[in-house]
């Protein structure tokens, strides 16, 4: 078992330019998440999703979008970056909402 | 509003001596709290949650609703301790988590 992996692990954007993270798990779990950390921010909810081919906002969804096309990856988009989305991305899943397990996160620089 | 407070960024302590990481949280529903620890260059896993009241690594922690409380306790720290503490929240009929800013535990030989 894999777990949780990230794709990629780093990148750096230019401000305006877009790109997609995928998530993907081999747990057969029905709940995935995006978050992002920031230093003393802790981790904010992107956005989640409960099933294949459904998706929800989090706390911080704006700038980001999300696919759930099949239930073991979540892809996380972003359309055109800003120096602000410069974080580190952590993707979750869960089986019916209990523990997470979590990515090793994605390390992004947009400059 | 549904919130959780983690009030110290920083706590350091020696080897041997008791910790206490604090959480405290605002929800009007009936809470699911998690602690989740990130060790360095490690994912985030979890420690520990309330609904199954064990202890894991030493560390414990009680959920108390009348102080809307969920500290996490150890008795004798060790320095494999030293590591990112995160409390969670579990919003009820969602299956969303809030999570606090983090603790950073140090512990000093």
């Known amino acids: 078992n894999a777990g949780v992996t990230q794709t990629p692990k780093f990148r750096v954007l230019k401000t305006g330019q877009s790109m997609t993270l995928l998530c993907a798990q081999d747990?057969?779990?029905?709940?995935m998440y995006w978050y992002r950390q920031d230093p003393g921010m802790g981790l904010r909810l992107i956005h989640y999703?409960?099933?294949?081919?459904?998706?929800a906002k989090g706390e911080v969804p704006d700038g980001y979008n999300v696919s759930r096309l099949k239930k073991q990856n979540f892809l996380l988009g972003l359309e055109s970056a800003a120096p602000s989305q410069t974080s580190v991305y952590f993707c979750?899943?869960?089986?019916?909402?209990?523990?997470?397990?979590f990515g090793p996160g994605t390390r992004l620089t947009v400059t | 509003a549904q919130r959780v407070t983690q009030p110290e960024k920083l706590l350091s302590v020696f080897k041997g001596a008791p910790v206490e990481l604090k959480c405290n949280y605002s929800y009007s529903g009936s809470p699911e709290l998690f602690w989740y620890v990130q060790y360095s260059r490690q994912r985030l896993q979890l420690l520990l949650r309330?609904?199954s009241r064990e202890s894991i690594k030493g560390f414990t922690a009680d959920l108390n609703k009348g102080e809307t409380s969920f500290h996490l306790k150890k008795p004798f720290a060790q320095e494999e301790d030293s590591a990112m503490y995160y409390c969670a929240l579990g919003i009820g009929g969602t299956y969303k988590y809030i999570f606090g800013t983090g603790t950073r535990l140090k512990v000093l030989a």
């Open positions: 979750a899943s869960s089986y019916w909402g209990n523990e997470q397990y």
């Open positions: 747990m057969n779990h029905e709940y």
């Open positions: 309330h609904i």
């Open positions: 999703s409960v099933g294949e081919g459904t998706t």
